[in-house]
């Protein structure tokens, strides 16, 4: 039980965040070699295209992260509720099965970013390098990342759809979600703490029972899954649920938001 979907999810969440802090460093390490050349190039369309790629990886495990997070925190409320019925919850392929679900939900959003944005050849620019001091001018194709013509369709209307979902389940439902949760963890420890006493107050209680909850209790407590799922939801709650309240707001009324 303690080998678990639990285990399987925080190894989740790592890879998750893995995955969106390597492109700074990627980019900085690219930064790095670039200056220690003494002409430095326009990007070319294979690193463009990678950007356009992980720039849509880097949305999909943000989001993915607070899913497996709200998992977490649902199995972690579930043991508690049912300790007698925590075979399937706690299962490592039931941690697998959610990684996965919350993956594809996750890259369906995801995906709708990617259809929103192109790479467009703005064409062959003159480039002026400089080797052993002799000035070089050279002709490079100039790549960039802007809108698709699906995200300008309508007065940007495929735009505005996007900000609404991801604001709506990237920013907004795991703020709310994560203290409901939290409030039931909390609600089910006192739930046992009350069990525990009354059986330990009882000397003819069946003592299995009583070594079972008393187990719990002590796991409850200092379980670092549930110090996990309060720590997420501070930080839910302090740093994603103003961001998406600004990106539902922007998604309709824009010009009142870049007025502000």
């Not at 995200?151 to 795991?174: D, H, Q, R, T």
């Not at 187990?215 to 670092?224: G, P, T």
Request: positive net charge; contains cysteine; proline residues 4%.
């Amino acid at each position: 039980m303690r080998t678990s979907s639990t285990n399987i999810i925080l190894l989740g969440i790592a890879i998750s965040n893995l995955a969106y802090m390597a492109y700074p460093i990627i980019d900085w390490m690219k930064k790095a070699y670039d200056n220690t050349k003494e002409c430095i190039l326009p990007d070319s369309y294979a690193y463009v295209f990678f950007e356009w790629i992980y720039f849509s990886l880097q949305d999909d495990v943000r989001r993915c992260d607070a899913f497996l997070g709200l998992a977490m925190a649902s199995i972690r409320t579930f043991v508690l509720k049912f300790p007698m019925r925590t075979r399937t919850a706690t299962s490592s392929s039931f941690g697998w099965n959610s990684c996965l679900i919350a993956f594809l939900f996750s890259s369906i959003i995801s995906f709708a970013l990617f259809l929103g944005t192109q790479i467009a050849h703005v064409g062959y620019i003159e480039w002026e390098c400089y080797e052993e001091s002799n000035p070089n001018k050279t002709s490079f194709e100039l790549y960039i990342m802007v809108p698709s013509t699906l995200s300008e369709w309508n007065g940007f209307l495929y735009s505005k759809i996007y900000l609404v979902m991801n604001a709506v389940f990237s920013k907004i439902l795991p703020p709310i979600l994560f203290p409901i949760l939290t409030i039931l963890l909390i609600v089910e420890i006192r739930k046992i703490t009350e069990t525990r006493n009354r059986m330990f107050s009882n000397s003819n209680q069946n003592k299995y029972l009583t070594f079972i909850f008393s187990s719990s209790l002590q796991y409850s407590r200092h379980s670092a899954t549930t110090k996990f799922v309060i720590f997420n939801t501070i930080a839910y709650v302090i740093s994603s649920f103003p961001a998406g309240v600004f990106y539902l707001t922007y998604s309709f009324f824009p010009l009142w938001c870049l007025d502000v």
